[in-house]
């Protein structure tokens, strides 16, 4: 017994709090370590090892090739966000350990040396790194992701994930020659689906009908417009200063972009119904059901928690856990899920713990399907709109649905503690990351019985 004894004391020593941290003992009482796994988010909440949020901040979403950005370079998109994250929060850009960038359609060196001169253009010296990363879809969420793992690695305390998409410079297209080995296997060939094929798959496999595919992008319009009416972007958009060009004469034209300009607030059934099949000639996916093709970027400023207390920085949120799993390519609509479960399990809760989802519509297919798989209700889901009435820049929308989730948790206080931003993935999978609200640690709130001593050492037993 006494080497248990031991044994745990240095366990709990491990746990000990910076020196910004106060009253050690009565942040680690014994109820809270007795909490079990359901209330692992509690077990560190005190303590200054959390990775927070400190700042997310997004341009707006234009329709590409015919938006608001239509003539805007891809670093022009990116430095604006970056710069208000330094400008908004005074954090000092030296102490800024890595920025990572999720990007999918770019040639990949260039799309790495056009992040590397935005951030010069926003303000970062030469000392601070900068990475791409690529995971379709998620690209973005994945780029806060892996900034979040490092900070708790201890590689550093600092830093930035982000996202960034032209969709009007560089459209979805296959470079070079396809593999022929791809006909030996069926899983290959589907990650070459027309990802509207994949859309028709997921509504005639689960019987997702066209009336309930146009609803879900007629609610995902009218709570965008309102959103945008009632000014509730404001605080996550970042005004682009740009140009626009007259593609007949050449003149340029100043402009600054403030709002999203795909939303149609007028948009209904009947006008949807109007719509022709898009991918099948008897199926059910049309332009109206299916996200926007857009530009965009986002950017979010994670740090330790002892960091931000120290700064006296206010916490946005909390990044509690993130999951990537993989699923059928020909129905890969369905990744959001499957990820979610995974990813709410990872923080120790319960579906019925999340107060707040924003799951990218790719396609109102695959959107419908998620919620009734998931049984979500449908005032958690995407409650200011989502990809059908917002856009969808594939390397930017992780980083635009945290910015949008941890605004929204925000604004609704103690009544939204717990929020997740997940989407499906182009060749078949799924991702999810959970978050708290910033001010949402308290003892216990969540915390279910425990009928066993299973944290215990098994010396202890």
């Known amino acids: 017994m006494e080497k248990a004894i031991n044994r745990q004391r240095v366990l709990l020593d ?30 560190t909440s005190a303590f200054g090892d959390d990775v927070v949020i400190v700042a997310a901040y997004r341009t707006p979403l234009c329709k590409s090739k015919r938006g608001g950005f239509k003539d805007t370079h891809a670093d022009d998109l990116l430095a604006p966000v970056l710069k208000a994250l330094i400008e908004k929060t005074n954090v000092d ?50 780029a806060v992701a892996d900034v979040a793992a490092s900070i708790k690695a201890g590689f550093y305390e600092i830093g930035i994930g982000a996202g960034l998409e032209s969709m009007t410079i560089n459209p979805m297209a296959w470079d070079g020659d396809v593999n022929p080995k791809v006909k030996d296997f069926q899983k290959a060939q589907d990650c070459l689906l027309p990802m509207g094929v994949t859309s028709e798959n997921v509504a005639h496999r689960f019987g997702v009908t066209r009336q309930e595919q146009d609803q879900a992008a007629v609610d995902s319009h009218r709570k965008a417009a309102a959103a945008t009416a009632s000014g509730r972007f404001k605080d996550e958009i970042i005004p682009v200063p740009t140009k626009i060009v007259d593609p007949k004469t050449g003149d340029e034209k100043p402009i600054v972009i403030s709002v999203d300009d795909g939303i149609r607030p007028n948009t209904s059934l009947t006008e949807l119904g109007k719509l022709k099949l898009v991918f ?25 928690r002892s960091v931000a207390k120290h700064k006296g920085l206010p916490i946005l949120g909390v990044f509690r856990t993130f999951a990537a799993v993989g699923v059928d390519p020909a129905i890969m609509g369905i990744g959001p899920a499957v990820a979610i479960p995974a ?17 990218n519509e790719a396609f109102a297919s695959q959107f419908v399907y998620c919620r009734k798989k998931l049984e979500l209700d449908s005032y958690r889901i995407n409650v200011n709109g989502g990809a059908m009435a917002i856009g969808h820049p594939l390397g ?11 605004h929204e948790m925000k604004r609704r206080g103690r009544d939204c503690r717990f929020g997740v931003v997940s989407m499906c993935i182009g060749t078949g999978m799924g991702a999810a990351a959970v978050f708290e609200r910033g001010d949402g640690c308290d003892e ?14 098994k010396d202890s037993r």
């Open 93 to 142: 850009p030296r102490e800024v350990g890595d920025i990572v960038v999720g990007s999918v359609l770019a040639p990949g060196s260039q799309r790495a040396s056009e992040c590397r001169m935005a951030a010069f253009y926003a303000g970062f010296p030469e000392t601070v790194p900068i990475r791409t990363v690529n995971r379709q879809c998620s690209s973005g969420l994945q």
């Open 396 to 406: 930017a929308t992780g980083a635009r649905c945290v910015a949008t989730l941890l």
């Open 343 to 359: 990813a709410v399990k990872a923080a120790g809760l319960e579906l019925e713990d999340i107060d707040l989802f924003e799951i």
């Open 280 to 304: 099948k000639k008897d199926g059910t996916t049309t332009a109206g059901n299916s996200s926007q093709v857009s530009d965009g970027a986002g950017a979010v400023l994670l740090m330790k």
């Open 14 to 43: 491990h746990l000990r709090p910076s020196p910004s941290s106060h009253n050690f003992e009565s942040a680690l009482s014994a109820s809270a370590c007795l909490a079990g796994d359901s209330a692992a988010y509690q077990r």
């Open 444 to 457: 216990l709130c969540n915390g279910r019985k425990v009928e066993s001593n299973n944290l215990l050492s």
